[in-house]
């Protein structure tokens, strides 16, 4: 029997993914389970497996290609049928109606040449507008008839971003744009029209060539690149940000921290990072206002009575932000195992979406490369993100002489239309405190 393989529905609020590895080939036999492709999508690199032993007949799409949520994508002749009850299902009842051949889709627009309009129906003018618009060196990727509903509705092409393969827009894309444009000037956002430029990849003036000046190389922007371009351009455009600095004095803890991973028996080691996730929760509960989201629409402040914390991974295609559930109600020990297993796989690309979802305050910790201090940028709709630089050891005037100490820079963004300058220099010094002074966290978490 033959089975449809289609792409399901992987995490609320996606619609396509970018197919990054096909795993088999047309005449494969595969068994159940077994992966048949990944594709990645806005949240995570997602296995599709087969969900029947047989033999691959046909597949219909290659690396690269970007598609929707449901669509077919491959074929299996399952295995272990009755053959004359197979050979039944391909001949059709007596006096059935044969089903008309499968027609092939149209090639892409730009491989021939469009059809002339009628005389008729086409004025001189509107002729001339199926013409490639050009700006510079730059054409737009997208139909005539594309281009031709952009201008009906004065969107500027070069500003839509393309959702299919290589950027190409599409009439959903251009329609998305105006709703979007509409639905930011209903909020008091600012309109990309009106500024010549829209949010993330959008608004860019076209580039120099710059291979006149020397040798050049190009590569495509992973799926994980273009997002996370797009989501910091908009949080930057949109949240009004203020980054407070402190220090905290953590020898007594680093020395603690080190004692521990000696004595310890599991793999999984404690790390800086586990103990401010959970000193972080707690804050959260002390300080509600750093775990809610702003809903200008509403002209409401939605608070979060959970504390699910999000933790930056560096990885090779990019920064992936896994999320550990509930981190208040977790000792550390607990949280520095799951946080090193999130870490692993985040690094081997098998996080699942439901694992990257939900954060309401991020921690980014640069301490293991190194720098005095950074801002980090919220990452909308959160309204605050603590960023953790090298801890070094520098004097201290303890108010009779300077003694060394180990300080860990902290840097804490917040957006200031949630989070006034003395909320925000009074969340740090807390967080600093409880680092100085682990029995401050059991007194005031």
Same mark, same amino acid.
């Given at each position: 029997?033959?089975?449809?393989?289609?792409?399901?529905?992987?995490?609320?609020?996606?619609?396509?993914?970018?197919?990054?590895?096909?795993?088999?080939?047309?005449?494969?036999?595969?068994?159940?389970?077994?992966?048949?492709?990944?594709?990645?999508?806005?949240?995570?690199?997602?296995?599709?497996?087969?969900?029947?032993?047989?033999?691959?007949?046909?597949?219909?799409?290659?690396?690269?290609?970007?598609?929707? !949520?449901?669509?077919?994508?491959?074929?299996?002749?399952?295995?272990?049928?009755?053959?004359?009850?197979?050979?039944?299902?391909?001949?059709?009842?007596?006096?059935?109606?044969?089903?008309?051949?499968?027609?092939?889709? &149209?090639?892409?627009?730009?491989?021939?040449?469009?059809?002339?309009?009628?005389?008729?129906?086409?004025?001189?003018?509107?002729?001339?507008?199926?013409?490639?618009?050009?700006?510079?060196?730059?054409?737009?990727?997208?139909?005539?008839?594309?281009?031709?509903?952009?201008?009906?509705?004065?969107?500027?092409? $070069?500003?839509?971003?393309?959702?299919?393969?290589?950027?190409?827009?599409?009439?959903?894309?251009?329609?998305?744009?105006?709703?979007?444009?509409? %639905?930011?000037?209903?909020?008091?956002?600012?309109?990309?029209?009106?500024?010549?430029?829209?949010?993330?990849?959008?608004?860019?003036?076209?580039?120099?060539?710059?291979?006149?000046?020397?040798?050049?190389?190009?590569?495509?922007?992973?799926?994980?690149?273009?997002?996370?371009?797009?989501?910091?351009? $908009?949080?930057?455009?949109? !949240?009004?940000?203020?980054?407070?600095?402190?220090?905290?004095?953590?020898?007594?803890?680093?020395?603690?921290?080190?004692?521990?991973? $000696?004595?310890?028996?599991? &793999?999984?080691?404690?790390?800086?990072?586990?103990?401010?996730?959970?000193?972080?929760?707690?804050?959260?509960?002390?300080?509600?206002?750093?775990?809610?989201?702003?809903?200008?629409?509403?002209?409401?402040?939605?608070?979060?009575? $959970? %504390?699910?914390?999000?933790?930056?991974?560096?990885?090779?295609?990019?920064?992936?932000?896994?999320? !550990?559930?509930?981190?208040?109600?977790?000792?550390?020990?607990?949280?520095?195992?799951?946080?090193?297993?999130?870490?692993?796989?985040?690094?081997?690309?098998?996080?699942?979406?439901?694992?990257?979802?939900?954060?309401?305050?991020?921690?980014?910790?640069?301490?293991?490369?190194?720098? &005095?201090?950074?801002?980090? !940028?919220?990452?909308?709709?959160?309204?605050?993100?603590?960023?953790?630089?090298?801890?070094?050891?520098?004097?201290?005037?303890?108010?009779?002489?300077?003694?060394?100490?180990?300080?860990?820079?902290?840097?804490?963004?917040?957006?200031?239309?949630?989070?006034?300058?003395?909320?925000?220099?009074?969340?740090?010094?807390?967080?600093?405190?409880?680092?100085? %002074?682990?029995?401050?966290?059991?007194?005031?978490?």
């Amino acid at each position: 029997m033959k089975h449809e393989i289609t792409v399901p529905e992987v995490s609320e609020g996606v619609t396509a993914g970018t197919v990054i590895s096909v795993s088999v080939a047309v005449g494969d036999q595969v068994e159940e389970d077994q992966t048949l492709l990944e594709l990645e999508t806005d949240k995570a690199v997602v296995a599709i497996p087969a969900p029947v032993p047989g033999r691959v007949t046909e597949i219909k799409v290659t690396d690269g290609d970007e598609v929707a !949520i449901g669509a077919v994508i491959m074929s299996i002749e399952a295995t272990g049928e009755d053959p004359s009850e197979a050979e039944t299902e391909k001949q059709p009842p007596i006096g059935a109606i044969e089903p008309e051949a499968e027609i092939p889709p &149209d090639p892409e627009p730009e491989t021939k040449e469009p059809l002339p309009p009628p005389v008729y129906q086409q004025s001189k003018e509107q002729v001339l507008d199926l013409t490639p618009v050009r700006r510079d060196d730059q054409v737009a990727p997208a139909a005539p008839s594309v281009r031709r509903l952009a201008r009906e509705l004065g969107v500027d092409i $070069y500003q839509v971003q393309g959702s299919g393969p290589g950027g190409r827009i599409c009439e959903d894309d251009v329609r998305a744009f105006v709703r979007n444009t509409m %639905q930011q000037l209903a909020s008091g956002g600012v309109s990309p029209l009106a500024t010549g430029g829209a949010n993330g990849l959008h608004a860019q003036r076209p580039l120099p060539d710059f291979s006149k000046w020397g040798e050049i190389s190009t590569e495509p922007l992973s799926k994980i690149r273009e997002l996370t371009a797009d989501s910091m351009a $908009y949080a930057w455009s949109t !949240i009004p940000m203020v980054t407070q600095y402190d220090k905290a004095g953590v020898e007594d803890l680093e020395e603690f921290r080190k004692e521990y991973n $000696y004595r310890s028996t599991s &793999d999984a080691k404690l790390t800086m990072t586990a103990i401010l996730v959970k000193v972080c929760a707690a804050a959260l509960k002390t300080f509600p206002q750093f775990n809610s989201s702003l809903d200008l629409v509403r002209k409401e402040l939605i608070f979060k009575h $959970y %504390q699910h914390i999000g933790v930056a991974v560096d990885t090779p295609n990019g920064l992936l932000v896994p999320v !550990i559930k509930d981190a208040g109600d977790k000792g550390v020990e607990e949280l520095a195992v799951e946080l090193n297993d999130l870490a692993e796989r985040t690094r081997q690309r098998k996080l699942t979406p439901a694992e990257m979802e939900g954060g309401g305050f991020i921690i980014s910790n640069l301490g293991g490369i190194g720098g &005095d201090a950074f801002t980090p !940028i919220v990452y909308a709709p959160q309204v605050a993100i603590l960023g953790v630089s090298k801890a070094e050891m520098q004097p201290v005037w303890n108010g009779r002489e300077f003694e060394p100490r180990l300080m860990l820079p902290l840097s804490l963004s917040y957006d200031h239309r949630v989070i006034d300058g003395a909320a925000g220099a009074r969340f740090l010094r807390w967080i600093c405190q409880a680092l100085e %002074q682990p029995l401050h966290l059991a007194m005031k978490g």
